[in-house]
């Protein structure tokens, strides 16, 4: 079991690449690379997982992440299963040598070097503010030679100047993955997606990553900065959120469909992570961009 560790999509003589990828789901296994990479989702919907953030993704939005940091978007159950959903995207790939540090000390390129230094936690850049990047991402699709490094130049640009983002990896994150743990760590989010909707014990999740439940827990602390039942609060309460805004599912309903035993506990956990009891933000969100 080896997945994909450190992805090298950048051809030698080459300073960058751009992929329109049109899949039945997104690759699911959990990967870094050396490279910056510009991502997003044109169709399709799941979750997102950036260094230790955990959050839900769908169409529009704009994610720019920096080298080394391990990422994965896992598309929703349904996609694995019904071949007739598709996923779409584009993605970019740059090296961090693409434009240089002298350059980057300059007065004209301090938005960038901005950009760039919090990419390495992962930006988000949300639908209404995206639409922009992506036209330009779209518009590279269809250009080569010198024409495409121009356009990557204004992508770049115009992520310097979003003022409104969120960065998603905590900032005391650090990606100390080794093959192996990168082999575990993907085994454990694809098993936790699959089953997620139901009671998953700590037993059945370390027999996954092949290792006794102390050990497993202590290693999964350490790489995912965070407790493995924090983990799976964060992908049900994800999870619910989409069935409250997106089905009109009722609070009970969206409790036990993303995998809570008690309404108690679905309440306690929705607050801590969202802010919000979940009736309070399905008056809040309804019918917007979450």
Known sequence: MKPPLRKTPIAENKSFEIYHLVEPYFDPDWHFHPEYQIFTVLKGEGTRFVGDHVGPFKEGEVVFTGPNLPHLWRSDPEYFDQP?????????????????????????????????????????????????????????????????????????????????????????????LKETDSARMSAVH???????????????????????????????????????????????????????????????????ESGFQTLSNFNRQFKEITGYNPMKYKRMYSGHQY
């Open 190 to 256: 694809a098993y936790v997606m699959k089953n997620f909707t139901r009671k998953i014990s700590l037993e059945e999740v370390s027999e996954v990553a092949n290792m006794t439940p102390s050990a497993f827990s202590r290693h999964f602390k350490r790489h995912a900065n965070k407790t493995f039942s924090n983990f799976l609060s964060q992908i049900r309460i994800g999870y619910a959120c989409k069935l409250i805004l997106e089905k009109d599912f009722s609070i009970s309903q969206a409790c036990f």
């Open 84 to 176: 007739e959903l598709k996923s779409e995207g584009i993605v970019i790939y740059f090296h961090d040598t693409f434009l240089s540090e002298s350059f980057l000390n300059k007065q004209e390129a301090v938005l960038l070097k901005q950009v760039f230094q919090k990419a390495s936690r992962g930006i988000r850049i949300e639908k209404e503010k995206a639409s922009t990047i992506i036209s330009k991402m779209l518009v590279l699709l269809g250009l080569k030679d010198f024409d495409a490094i121009l356009a990557l130049l204004e992508i770049l640009n115009q992520l310097a100047h979003v003022n409104e983002y969120q960065l998603l990896s905590s900032a005391g994150y650090i990606n100390n």
